[in-house]
């Protein structure tokens, strides 16, 4: 499973209220499918460059895909706020409004210290087992198409 899908829950969970969150989530999950439709279309694509320095064809791929998901995590890391109360591209009055939104939620946003109960909270929670289902569920159409063999 990616460790992105836990991000993007997290990250959605700071910016969204509650009822907000399953329609971005539902969302995300419809776009696995629509990447891989065009993954495959640029795959092919690029996997028919004859020129260039490479030996291979396969090669052009995944310099392309990495140097792509390489860059774009650099900008997320350097343009997204670990909290929406230091967000530099909103105003000051809007990141009030933007924390005041999802206090309804009544979840802390960063902890840096680690509680032993909410270990057994989480595996005790029903909602925690279902989203990790769906999320490998969601995962198991990606297995034949992006393992190498």
């Not at 700071?14 to 907000?20: C, D, I, V």
């Not at 998901?69 to 900008?75: C, T």
């Not at 270990?119 to 569920?137: E, H």
């Amino acid at each position: 499973m990616r460790p992105v899908t836990p991000g993007f829950v997290l990250v959605m969970s700071m910016w969204y209220r509650g009822a907000e969150q399953p329609l971005r989530l539902v969302a995300y999950y419809s776009m696995n499918g629509v990447a891989v439709i065009f993954g495959g279309l640029l795959g092919y694509a690029i996997g028919h460059i004859t020129s260039g320095a490479l030996p291979g064809q396969w090669m052009c791929i995944f310099l392309i895909f990495g140097a792509v998901s390489l860059a774009w995590g650099v900008v997320f890391l350097v343009w997204m706020p670990d909290l929406p109360s230091r967000a530099r591209f909103l105003a000051e009055d809007e990141r009030v409004v933007a924390v005041e939104r999802v206090a309804a939620n009544r979840q802390g946003v960063k902890n840096h210290h680690f509680k032993t109960y909410q270990v057994w909270q989480c595996l005790r929670d029903p909602k925690t087992w279902i989203l990790f289902v769906m999320s490998s569920a969601a995962q198991i159409p990606n297995a034949p198409q992006s393992s190498v063999g």
